[in-house]
């Protein structure tokens, strides 16, 4: 039985089943009950930016025929360079599951697609498939699932002025208002997306804070912007790809009609936060969490997996941070890493393990002792988070990676001794033989593009990431031209280097 709660799938509520088990019939139901005018088409291009398809039909013969056939679209527009013009068709077929009502026009039914070439086959080097195929390839190899979830941060840009209750620099983290402006505009965000996927855990304000920003681009410069954090609740991870592309189609589409401007760049201003996009991972089998063991310490297949994710890391920034401001925001003092290790709750770490619930998951007792109904979780929760990518990232590709890395380290030997090397406890940055002695992370997109050309069987072998694909990769950082940037920059007065880092960083304001 469906939940009938005010956020919940409002599909799932008109058809009484889980959106995992929606047919063709229900959607043609939903058609006729809602005055459905069209289907919308949504897919995420090459470019990392979400695509649109919009398909009238004017009697219930066609809607079906569209529902059942997809559509044709042109393959060389939307991935240049990987289909030519002389072979460029490539269907794209709604997968049913995703199917919803689309929040800004009340006439359309939208759906999530998926590519398949002229063989009726997934085509292989899209970046949703590329998640699709290494997850499938993870699951024979480990007989585990992995879950994720990401954390969305963004900046919030609108008109400034003289205003009262401006909060203070670094003060913004969770401020409400008056401090902050915008919790009207970000709750409509959540109960959108909510609604659509099930999936928001909390949404809050960040950090970063800017009363007027300085900028030679007009659409941003004056206006006050405040950063914001969506955090989503895991799911598999091919699911995350889909969610985080409708997270940041809504997140633009809401503050748009808000008259504000949202941006997922990696930095705005030396000095203020930047723009993380956090990934978190869990282990799951027959439904558990597999990330702690019966003593409530982190089992071997959690050791095993930060394992992997340590051995491919630098790599992994090839993904995850594809602009040269991301570069600007990847600074020690920054709670942003530069090292390759990780850490029980230290957020100057790469990967970080964040408090779960391993030993009680009623905590609740403890603040009302009086509560006389039991709560257990069977499921578990406990993840690990990596948290070098940034807004830039190209989430589908990094999300691959991830899975890369994840069945690396359950597959091969030496993780877990891997993993104990590279724990760290206190403060890097204090200790400077401990950070002298852990590997760096890349730190321009030049050195992550070189990285991956050397490294780049590691997510060839098992025929996962298209060799296409990753020239196409290597290539886009290489045109970012920033394997200098840092020596250039130190060399300029501090009012010359202010002026320069906002001309790379506000250049990135729309990108991805």
Not at 270 to 280: D, P, Q, R, S, W
Not at 321 to 334: I, K, Y
Not at 412 to 432: F, P, Q, W, Y
Request: a negative charge.
């Amino acid at each position: 039985m469906v939940d009938n709660l005010a956020l919940s799938n409002p599909l799932e509520r008109l058809l009484q089943k889980d959106r995992n088990d929606f047919t063709r019939a229900d959607m043609l139901k939903v058609v006729r009950e809602h005055g459905i005018e069209r289907f919308t088409f949504h897919y995420t291009g090459l470019d990392g930016q979400f695509k649109e398809l919009r398909l009238p039909f004017s009697d219930i013969k066609y809607a079906e025929r569209i529902l059942a056939s997809g559509e044709r679209v042109d393959g060389s527009s939307l991935f240049p360079g990987l289909v030519t013009a002389a072979n460029s068709d490539l269907y794209v077929v709604p997968s049913y599951k995703t199917a919803f009502e689309n929040p800004f026009d009340n006439k359309s039914l939208d759906f999530i697609c998926r590519f398949l070439d002229r063989d009726r086959k997934m085509a292989p080097f899209t970046p949703d498939n590329i998640l699709g195929i290494a997850h499938n390839h993870f699951k024979k190899a480990t007989g585990m699932e992995l879950h994720a979830l990401g954390e969305l941060e963004f900046f919030l840009l609108r008109e400034g002025g003289n205003e009262y209750f401006s909060p203070q620099k670094h003060t913004g983290y969770q401020a409400s208002a008056p401090f902050f402006k915008s919790g009207a505009v970000v709750d409509e965000m959540v109960r959108v997306l909510a609604r659509i996927t099930g999936a928001v855990k909390y949404a809050h304000a960040e950090v970063g804070f800017i009363d007027s920003v300085r900028s030679d681009r007009p659409m941003i410069s004056g206006r006050r912007a405040e950063q914001h954090e969506i955090e989503l609740l895991t799911r598999p991870i091919e699911e995350m790809g889909d969610f985080l592309a409708l997270a940041k189609w809504v997140v633009r589409n809401v503050a748009y009609r808000n008259n504000m401007l949202a941006t997922f760049a990696p930095k705005l201003e030396e000095g203020v936060a930047g723009n993380g996009l956090h990934f978190h991972m869990e282990l799951i089998k027959d439904g558990r969490n597999m990330m702690i063991d019966k003593d409530g310490d982190l089992s071997d297949d959690a050791l095993k997996l930060i394992g992997g994710l340590i051995h491919h890391a630098a790599t992994l920034s090839s993904f995850g941070n594809t602009v040269a401001s991301a570069f600007l925001r990847l600074v020690p003092n920054q709670e942003a890493p530069t090292k390759i290790c990780w850490s029980h709750s230290n957020r100057s770490a790469l990967i970080r393990v964040p408090l779960g619930w391993a030993r009680d998951s009623h905590l609740a007792r403890v603040v009302n002792p009086d509560e006389p109904s039991d709560y257990t979780d069977d499921r578990g929760v406990q993840t690990v988070e990596i948290r070098s990518p940034d807004g830039s990232a190209l989430f589908h590709l990094l999300l691959a990676g991830l899975t890369n890395a994840a069945e690396y380290g359950l597959t091969h030997d030496g993780m877990i001794e891997l993993a104990k090397k590279t724990e760290i406890k206190g403060d890097i940055h204090e200790d400077r033989e401990l950070f002298n002695r852990l590997e760096a992370l890349p730190g321009s997109c030049v050195a992550a593009g070189n990285l991956l050309a050397e490294r780049r069987q590691m997510y060839e072998k098992d025929g996962n990431f298209p060799a296409s694909v990753i020239d196409h990769v290597i290539g886009l950082l290489a045109r970012e031209k920033d394997d200098h940037l840092n020596e250039t920059l130190s060399h300029m007065s501090a009012e010359e280097r202010l002026t320069a880092t906002r001309q790379i960083m506000h250049r990135d304001i729309h990108r991805h």
